[in-house]
């Protein structure tokens, strides 16, 4: 029985952050393996991605190419966000990611951000029967009372939202030059 890690956002575009966060998780011994999957249609947010669904799955092929070769060989991106067909809920992909690995054993990868907002996530009691949380502090975000336990891994403040706005390059280089090439960000 494996721990997967199920490692979910818009990643528009995934950056240095995204992929300290991995290297960590998975260094701490957290999870055996990580699963990425780029959002297809993110509901929780106020404003659609700027790339492109193939693009951000493109960016965040090439981040985890540019990751250590033992880092880079526990994890997978996976599509299934991306290829699903009107809204996707997080609820949705775990069923299916159980239904590939009914015998391992899932965790959930989200920033205190995200599950500040938890209880909004659609269907989320029976989410909580199918994976356990790993909550990840993230700089800048208040925190707040919960009974979850909150990992710190030292966690880097960079935010996508910065790079789409030109005042930050926080990316690794295959990415780089993706975001130059297809104009990408107003590069």
């Not at 011994?29 to 106020?46: E, H, K, M, T, Y």
């Not at 990840?136 to 925190?143: D, L, V």
């Not at 880097?156 to 789409?164: E, V, Y």
């Amino acid at each position: 029985m494996a721990r997967l890690g199920l490692y979910g956002g818009t990643f528009d575009p995934i950056h240095l952050g995204h992929l300290h966060l991995i290297t960590q998780v998975l260094k701490a011994n957290l999870v055996d393996r990580i699963i990425l999957f780029p959002a297809g249609a993110p509901q929780l947010r106020s404003a659609q991605p700027q790339a492109t669904s193939q693009q951000r799955r493109q960016m965040c092929e090439l981040a985890i190419s540019d990751l250590a070769k033992d880092v880079a060989d526990l994890v997978e991106v996976n599509p299934i966000e991306i290829l699903r067909q009107g809204p996707s809920y997080t609820i949705d992909t775990v069923e299916a990611i159980k239904a590939t690995y009914p015998i391992d054993q899932l965790f959930l990868i989200i920033g205190t951000d995200a599950f500040a907002k938890i209880d909004q996530w659609h269907r989320i009691d029976e989410l909580r029967a199918l994976t356990s949380f790993i909550v990840i502090a993230r700089p800048g975000t208040p925190e707040f009372a919960t009974d979850q336990s909150i990992t710190d891994i030292g966690a880097l403040d960079i935010a996508s939202t910065g790079i789409r706005e030109g005042s930050s390059r926080e990316y690794s280089p295959s990415v780089a030059h993706f975001i130059k090439e297809h104009h990408l960000y107003g590069s």
